[in-house]
């Protein structure tokens, strides 16, 4: 098997994706929100995007003022958005790297649809926390699970479907808000507030969290 096959998830365009419609109007909404309540982001509008995947997602904020250095695993994705956005600063790269030692460390980081592939989460979670400074958010998309949606799902005979085991590089790990929770705190992140977008609430097709890491009091602000 050569490497290509094993590099990472495959992409066949560097376009935005049908779930992106779901989650970007309110990652816009949270950033905007951001910058209005932290007067350091008007002046630093720097995000660290962990999991780009293809660059859609960094264009379309890029396109918002927003300055994004990113990486992903998949040297396919990469050279994809390589080539179709030249102008982004986007590199092969994985969670299971010393990324903040490599890239510094950043207001915001946004991690999208990334946490459900990952083999080691708390190594993920440590690399979203030490990519953040002090004080920073942390933006994070990954499919819904709860309980109305899981009997959803076996009630009408869609669990192989959502579930599946034959998707190559696809979701290893489920995620309730009270698991992505515990995972978070373990990380050292506070403040960590949920919102479900696609479809109603209890059946939600996506889940958005937004956790603070904390300032050192001895530090200061």
């Known amino acids: 098997m050569d ?3 094993i590099s990472g998830f495959p992409y066949e365009h560097a376009d935005l994706k049908p779930h992106h419609g779901i989650l970007l109007p309110l990652i816009h909404r949270q950033l905007n929100a951001l910058e209005h309540a932290n007067l350091r982001l008007k002046t630093d509008r720097r ?6 995947g293809n660059g859609a997602v960094a264009q379309a904020l890029s ?76 933006i994070i998309s990954t499919p819904y699970h709860g309980y109305w949606k899981n009997l959803a799902l076996a009630t009408t005979g869609q669990l192989d479907d959502h579930f599946t ?36 609430p209890p059946i939600a097709k996506h889940m958005i969290a937004v956790a603070i890491k904390p300032v050192d009091p001895r530090q200061g602000a």
């Open 3 to 5: 490497r290509k096959t």
């Open 47 to 52: 995000i660290f995007e962990l999991g780009c």
């Open 63 to 138: 396109e918002k003022g927003w300055n994004v250095t990113g990486v992903d695993p998949s040297s396919e994705g990469i050279a994809l958005a390589n080539r179709r956005y030249p102008s982004l600063n986007l590199h092969e790269g994985s969670a299971y790297e010393d990324l903040s030692g490599t890239y510094g460390q950043y207001p915001v980081v946004l991690s999208l649809e990334v946490v459900e592939h990952t083999y080691f989460p708390r190594l993920w979670a440590a690399a979203v926390y030490a990519l953040l400074q002090p004080g920073g958010t942390a």
């Open 165 to 200: 085991a034959l998707w190559d590089h696809g979701h290893i790990k489920f995620w309730s808000i009270k698991t992505l929770t515990i995972l978070l705190r373990e990380a050292g992140f506070t403040d960590i507030v949920f919102h479900r977008v696609g479809r109603l």
